[in-house]
Structure formats: structure tokens, C-alpha cells
């Protein structure tokens, strides 16, 4: 009984002992339990800040995921595009390759040609020293042709003498014939026959301009003058050309016989081309061209007019037919 008693005693002192230490457990609890509180509100903030920084960041990553995908896509893009230029470089590079060659091949052609030309330069000062001694030796043959010439002359006028008096002693003997040579010497018409560019002349040097005047053609002119006699020239001047034309005064028959006249004369040229080329200047080719003409015929009061030439070359002059006509009668 009085150990109970004490039990009794001393449970209420150390109630009343700790009463203060729990109430100070409990003020701290009470601390800690509003610090948690601040911190879970403070948590539940974080909480919903982090919520929204995910979905955020979601929606950010979803962005970044179409980017990702669109510079993907650029990428397969940019990787055909690159093995495309690949190619074209290859093949540029192959064509690169194979002009190289052509320009090596356009050298050594051009090397080729450029000891061709110092060839050919060679052989042009050879030519020329050549040339030289042709204009030489054709100097020393136009002197002899113009010895024979007047040779050719003095034995014409001797034979034309010989010949004249050998026909006048026929003429005297022969009264029948001197009346009907008569009759066809008063039927004669004068025609005039203009020969257009009938014979050209080519510069051999390149030179774009070139007159006639200041030109030596008289040695020309006169072999000329031997071949179509009662005949005056002119020239006509194109480029480094020279144009011969020959204005012919004659007397004929009739008109039938100016188509055989001037093809006599073409045959004549044509005979005598290789001595019309020894009489022209060094610096020209000669040649005979096929040549267009004009033919008139002279009246009796001194008049001129002018015939037709047909298609086929037959020359017509209706005025001759009624001149010859009186004549006859």
C-alpha cells in the first residue's frame, strides 16, 4: 500500500515534468507541421510550375520534332542534289579532259600550218624573183613583137599594094564584074557594133580600188586595133577588175550578116588570146569573156537607130530592108 502510494505520488510530478516537454514537442510539432505545410504549398506551386514547363516543353519537342523532320527531308534533298552535281562535275571534267585534247591537237595544227605559211612565204620570194625575170624576158619578147609587128606592117602594105593593082588589071578586063561589084559596094549599110565587156582584166594584187586612168594599156589597145579594125575602146573599172568594151563603126550587106561579123571577131579574140596576154601589164590576167552586144545602123542623113537582137541572136533592122530596096532600084 504505500509503494502504491508512491507509484500515485510521483505518476502526476512527472506528468506535471514532462506536461512542459510536450507541450514543447508540440509547439515544435506545430512549427515543423506549418513549415511542411508552406513547403507542400510551396511544392504544389513548383508542381504546377513544372506541369506547365512540361507541357512546354512538350509542345516545344513537337516543334522540334517537325523541324527535325523538314531538315531531314532537306537533307535527302540536298544530298541528291549534291550527288547530282557529283555527276555533272564528272562529266564537265570529262569534257574539260577532252578539249584539253583539242586544244593540243588545234596547237600542233596550228605549229603545223605556221611552218607551212614559212614555207609557202619561201616559195612566194622565190616566185617573186621569178616573176621578176618573166617581166624581164616578157619586156625583151614585147620588143620583138613589136619588131615583128612592123615587119608584119611593111609586108602588109606590100602585099595590099600588090593585091590592089593585081585587081585593078582584073577589074579593067572584066566590065561584067566591075558592074556588079559596083552594085553590091552601093548596097552597103553602116552599122555600129558596141561590144559590151568583151575582155577583163584582173588585178593580181588585193587592192579594193582601182582606176583606168594612169594605167599603160596602149600596147594592148594597139594588138587590139589589129584584130578589129575601125573599132574604139573604152574601159570600165569594178573593184580590181578593168572592162574592155569596143564601140565598131563597119558596113555590111544587111542585118543577117552582124550575127556572122561578131562571131568572126569572138573567134578572132579568142585566137589571138595568148598575144593579148604578152601585151598587158604584168600586174593584170587577161582573159576573153562571153560577151553581150548592141548593134545600130546608121541612116543617110547621119541619124542612128537602134535594131533588135531576138532570143536566138538574129539581129533585126526593118529600116535596112526599104534602104537596100532603093539602092537595088
Do not use: H, W
Not at 502504491?4 to 512527472?14: A, D, F, G, L
Not at 561590144?195 to 600596147?219: M, P, V
Amino acid at each position: 500500500a504505500s509503494d502504491t502510494n508512491i507509484t500515485n505520488e510521483t505518476i502526476p510530478q512527472t506528468n506535471t515534468t514532462l506536461l512542459p516537454f510536450n507541450t514543447t514537442i508540440l509547439e515544435t510539432n506545430t512549427t515543423f507541421l506549418e513549415a511542411n505545410t508552406t513547403t507542400f504549398e510551396a511544392n504544389t506551386t513548383t508542381l504546377e510550375a513544372n506541369t506547365t514547363t512540361l507541357e512546354t516543353n512538350t509542345t516545344s519537342l513537337q516543334f522540334n520534332t517537325t523541324i527535325l523532320e523538314t531538315n531531314t527531308t532537306f537533307l535527302e534533298t540536298n544530298t541528291t542534289t549534291l550527288e547530282t552535281n557529283t555527276t555533272s562535275l564528272q562529266f564537265n571534267t570529262t569534257i574539260l579532259e577532252t578539249n584539253t585534247t583539242f586544244l593540243e591537237t588545234n596547237t600542233t595544227t596550228m605549229e603545223t600550218n605556221t611552218t607551212s605559211l614559212v614555207i609557202n612565204a619561201t616559195g612566194l620570194g622565190t616566185n617573186t624573183t621569178s616573176l621578176g625575170t618573166n617581166t624581164t624576158s616578157l619586156g625583151t619578147n614585147t620588143t620583138s613583137l613589136e619588131t615583128n609587128t612592123t615587119s608584119l606592117a611593111k609586108n602588109t602594105t606590100s602585099f595590099d599594094k600588090e593585091k590592089s593593082e593585081s585587081t585593078k588589071s582584073d577589074i579593067e578586063g572584066k566590065k561584067t564584074s566591075t558592074t556588079s561589084t559596083s552594085t553590091k559596094r552601093s548596097g552597103l549599110k553602116k552599122f555600129v557594133i558596141l561590144l559590151k565587156r568583151f575582155i577583163k582584166l584582173l588585178k593580181q594584187t588585193i587592192k579594193r580600188s582601182l582606176a583606168a586612168d594612169g594605167i599603160d594599156l596602149s600596147d594592148l589597145e594597139n594588138k587590139l586595133k589589129s584584130i578589129i579594125p575601125n573599132a574604139i575602146f573604152s574601159t570600165e573599172s569594178e573593184d580590181n577588175q578593168i572592162f574592155l568594151n569596143a564601140d565598131i563603126r563597119t558596113e555590111l550587106t544587111d542585118a543577117n550578116e552582124v550575127s556572122s561579123f561578131v562571131s568572126t571577131i569572138n573567134a578572132t579574140l579568142r585566137d589571138n588570146e595568148e598575144e593579148l596576154r604578152n601585151v598587158t601589164p604584168s600586174n593584170f590576167s587577161l582573159s576573153v569573156e562571153n560577151f553581150v552586144f548592141s548593134v545600130s545602123i546608121v541612116s543617110n542623113d547621119g541619124s542612128v537607130q537602134n535594131c533588135n537582137i531576138s532570143t536566138t541572136g538574129e539581129v533585126v533592122c526593118p529600116q535596112i530592108a526599104s534602104n537596100t530596096s532603093q539602092a537595088d532600084t
